[in-house]
């Protein structure tokens, strides 16, 4: 459930809001945050995901992922997220503190020194995130949602990446790419995806 998944082999273009992630993480202040927020299907985590492979040697202590299930009808509570990164670092489920504030402490003795990155996609609330970014004091959180978050926790600085849907010419691409390996990283980021982005379905396409 935690373990990082794969990139996109058909990954394609967002070349801005890369270098735009890239840079709020440079700025941003620890705890830190960036929030990727966009409609659904606009290709928040492919981007989350994306990021984190190009970047991961910047996270020595590894990369967690966790799906907080903010859309769905059962988001996972504070607490189960707690007690998910801790099973991923290697807690054993019996051992798992039974309170929020036990859980909290766990994490932050575990976490607050490490330079690690949380990706906590799909986030229905600030409550899910603060306590895993309270206790994330020396690394990189990064959360997706397609809500505009209210602060997920005092004192800590969290920026927002909005992300729209696909540009034409990207989509252009991607479809391009799809369809013909060949071309298969000749533009942008490149690659291909085998699924269509939903946002693809939303951009102008160029008339000819
Ligand atoms: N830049 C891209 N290149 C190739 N495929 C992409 C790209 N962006 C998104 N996709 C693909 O489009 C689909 C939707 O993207 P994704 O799941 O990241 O959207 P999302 O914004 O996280 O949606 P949700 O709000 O439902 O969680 C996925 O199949 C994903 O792999
Ligand atoms: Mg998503």
Do not use: Y
């Amino acid at each position: 459930m935690l373990k990082l998944p794969a990139d996109n082999p058909f990954f394609t273009g967002r070349d801005v809001s890369l270098r735009k992630l890239d840079m709020l993480v440079a700025q941003a202040e620890w705890p830190r945050a960036v929030v990727v927020q966009g409609m659904a299907g606009s290709g928040k985590t492919a981007l989350a995901l994306h990021w984190a492979h190009r970047t991961a040697g910047r996270f020595p202590d590894g990369i967690l992922f966790t799906d907080l299930r903010g859309t769905s009808g059962g988001p996972v509570t504070p607490g189960a997220a707690m007690g998910q990164v801790l099973r991923a670092m290697g807690v054993p489920g019996d051992q798992l503190p039974r309170t929020a504030a036990g859980l909290a402490a766990q994490c932050r003795s575990l976490l607050a020194d490490r330079r690690m990155l949380l990706i906590l996609d799909d986030a229905a609330g600030p409550e899910q995130v603060g306590p895993l970014l309270a206790a994330a004091e020396s690394g990189l959180v990064i959360v997706t949602s397609r809500r505009r978050l209210p602060p997920p926790l005092r004192g800590a600085d969290v920026r927002t990446l909005e992300l729209r849907e696909l540009a034409a010419q990207e989509a252009e691409d991607l479809i391009a790419g799809v369809l013909d390996p060949a071309t298969r990283g000749s533009r942008g980021s490149g690659g291909r995806s085998p699924g269509w982005p939903a946002s693809a379905g939303g951009c102008r396409w160029p008339s000819r």
